[in-house]
């Protein structure tokens, strides 16, 4: 099973099993035979010349199912001969200690490394891959945002964005007259939504908002990577500051209208298609099923705070070892898997969504179709702010889940003094960075090579 809490996971988030979501979205060939995403990218035209044998390790995708649709779909085409390698989902750890163990022979097999964000910064640091920014003048389609994150904090270029993930929101239609007066659904700020919430509770007479906020939900993502950062501009630096306090007092006034059931809420597509829950948030795969099903159901970029629309995205990229035996056949890979048509195989295969503009065909599903609108709204918001996942903590990402968790139950479910929780769990936070010395993270400012500081 798959996690995505440390700088050497794998893709999804905790408790999240990939081949259930093959599984509810009807299998690989339903969507892929279609066609995937309309007007195949003139960007990026094959290479006149034979790539080659180009080695492509994923650290992602190691189901087998998507194995299989990617062996079979993503690289038809490719004038080239390419050998995927892939890490099995239940040995994550696999794929930087490949990279490592390469390293250290002095002789390289692999040409192309598909990984996570999280991966690359231990790369770049322990110096494994090679700059790219002869790929990234070429590729002129991507988000500017998601371009800068692949240069890890220097100038040089380290890794191509590939593919993504992200959380968004979902109403019933039923709902939409409650919003505020003058509200935009697309453009919401954290005001609105409480609002929201509570005429929902007036019209309806009964809590219909949602949180995932079980021991298999992932609330902890909500307060890390979208209501902390949104108030605060990170949600490390400023852990204990007054934007703190405000953040967690405005959860506090939220939950007063959220569904009590919440607590035992895993995936929000359960309670949205019993209609138990009229306006959610959630990991888009845990989203998708109800989108699917249920017509009456809109999705929708997460709202604002005074800091920003923070969003925790889940980024696959692609780079080159230093030591690989065909890097110019890797860079033709790495222009390939940008194409229009490639980005639709994977968002089918597996659910990770394109990172390069274009028109979704309308034989995809219409669960992948809305979460693919709102994450490009969400994205390309003038307002949006990428709140990274932890990275650099290792083993230590399950006690930075729970800092948060305890928070929250200090604070919101216990009616504990917010500045005085803050304080207390402020120095478990503090205790983490000091045994790992992991360096700060965006949205945080930069700390360069010493450990971040809790204030």
């Known amino acids: 099973m798959s996690t995505d809490h440390d700088s050497s996971s794998a893709g999804w988030d905790d408790s999240l099993d990939r081949r259930d979501l093959l599984v509810r979205a009807g299998g690989v060939g339903a969507l892929l035979a279609v066609g995937g995403m309309a007007g195949a990218s003139r960007a990026f035209a094959r290479p006149d010349a034979n790539a080659g044998k180009v080695t492509a390790f994923f650290g992602q995708f190691g189901a087998i199912a998507e194995q299989e649709g990617i062996r079979k779909y993503v690289f038809k085409g490719f004038n080239g001969d390419v050998d995927p390698v892939f890490v099995p989902i239940t040995a994550p750890t696999q794929f930087v200690d490949r990279v490592r163990a390469e390293s250290k022979a002095g002789k390289g097999n692999l040409d192309l490394l598909i990984g996570l964000h999280g991966d690359f910064v231990t790369f770049q640091n322990e110096g494994l891959i090679r700059g790219v920014d002869d790929v990234a003048k070429k590729v002129t389609t991507l988000p500017p945002a998601l371009v800068k994150i692949g240069k890890l904090g220097t100038k040089t270029q380290y890794y191509i964005p590939q593919s993504q993930a992200t959380y968004v929101m979902v109403a019933n239609k039923s709902v939409l007259k409650y919003m505020p007066k003058g509200a935009d659904i697309n453009a919401l700020t954290y005001g609105q939504v409480y609002g929201w919430a509570k005429a929902i509770r007036k019209g309806t007479g009964q809590n219909r908002f949602g949180l995932p906020a079980s021991s298999t939900g992932l609330i902890h993502r909500f307060l890390q990577g979208f209501l902390v950062p949104s108030f605060t501009g990170g949600f490390v630096t400023n852990f204990r500051s007054k934007d703190a306090v405000h953040a967690w007092d405005y959860m506090r006034q939220l939950w007063q209208y959220t569904h009590p059931q919440s607590l035992t809420y895993g995936f929000m597509q359960d309670p949205l298609l019993s209609e138990e829950v009229l306006l959610a948030w959630d990991h888009v795969a845990r989203l998708k099923t109800a989108l699917d099903q249920r017509s009456d159901l809109v999705a929708f970029p997460v709202p604002k705070g005074p800091k920003g629309r923070a969003y925790m995205p889940v980024i696959v990229g692609m780079a080159i070892p230093k030591n690989a035996p065909n890097p110019a056949g890797a860079k033709a890979l790495m222009q390939w898997m940008l194409r229009l048509s490639a980005q639709a195989q994977i968002l089918s295969i597996d659910g990770f969504f394109p990172v390069v503009p274009g028109r979704l065909s309308r034989t995809l599903s219409p669960g992948l179709r809305a979460e693919a609108a709102a994450v490009g709204r969400q994205q390309k918001a003038k307002d ?47 205790g983490i960075f000091d045994r790992t010395g992991a360096p700060c993270w965006a949205p945080d400012p930069s700390s360069g090579k010493a450990a971040c500081k809790v204030k």
Do not use: C, H, M, W
């Open 384 to 430: 949006a702010v990428q709140a990274l996942l932890p990275v650099g903590i290792g083993s230590e990402g399950g006690n930075f889940n729970k800092v948060y968790i305890d928070t929250f139950t200090r604070i919101v479910r216990n009616g504990e003094d917010i500045q005085t929780v803050l304080n207390d769990e402020g120095n478990q936070l503090q």
